[in-house]
């Protein structure tokens, strides 16, 4: 009775040390792997670094060295609008208006006074 | 006697069953905890631009046709004024479009200028008096010396202060077959037009 007693204690207890071992062995790792997850995060940056790096400097290197697809190029805006006859017109039409209206106005005032000049003399 | 060892072997058995269980959980967590630290990086939409049309050989472009605002005109070459602009089409009756001949022609990798006129003068409206107009999607036909057709569509109309030109976008390198469609816009003052209206469009086909 007593072997059987003993005996099925020790199932038991190598059944719960075998069923713990895992978990302490997922608990120690869990430290373990966080560490080796923070040295494969240390590794990992290095290669993300690595390709980050060299894709960003062969872009920035490709372009310098790359020939230009237009190998002058112009400068400023193009002129592509010759202003509409009909704004040329009003504009032009406006400074000749004015000026007539000036010319009349003086020639006008000009012969107001020559006759208010005889008018006084006379 | 036999009850306890019964007892015994059913607890072992239990308790080896649920921490088993408990420590596959734990497993899985990790796994997935892991999972998204992979899959972050996935830098490929970044080059997943769609994929444009082979690049033609060079063929000097002699007609555009654009149906959606009633282009079709013939097209001389153009090349620097004295001051370092770029030469406009004369000032003509017959208006029409001129590809700066520094650029590629229509089709061949990187950004192909052709320039037009919205207004000539005494003469009226220019070939491009509506380019303003294009949309997004829209078609555009340039034909070649060759007898090909290189078919582009307009990804942006953009209307911008000549002041303030985007040479580097018109002219800059883009790596695949572009055009570039140029002409004055905006209100008109004392020293011109002040704005510039630019389609940029992407090669999507080309016809035999």
Known sequence: ?122 | MTLPSRRAFATAAMASLLVSCGGHGAGQDTDTAERPRSTPPPSRPSAETGGPAEALKRSVPVGIRIPAIGVDTPVMQLGLAADGTVEVPPIAADDRAGWYRHSPTPGQTGPSVILGHVTVGAYGEGVFRHLARLRRGERIVARLENGKAAVFTVSTVRTVAQADFPTDEVYGNVGRPELRLITCGGPHTSDGYRDSVIVFAALSSASP
């Open chain 1, 1 to 122: 009775m007593r072997r059987t007693i003993l005996s099925a204690m020790a199932l038991a207890c190598t059944a719960v040390l075998a069923a713990t071992a895992p978990a302490f062995a997922d608990e120690g790792p869990s430290p373990a792997p966080s560490v080796t997850e923070t040295t494969p995060q240390g590794p990992s940056p290095a290669p993300t670094d690595a390709p980050s790096k060299a894709p960003a400097k062969a872009p920035a290197k490709a372009p310098a060295s790359a020939p230009s697809e237009v190998p002058v190029v112009p400068s400023g805006a193009p002129d592509t609008g010759a202003e509409p006859e009909s704004e040329q017109s009003a504009t032009g039409g406006g400074v000749i208006g004015g000026s007539a209206l000036a010319v009349f106005a003086v020639g006008g005032a000009a012969v107001y006074l020559v006759r208010r000049r005889r008018a006084t003399g006379a």
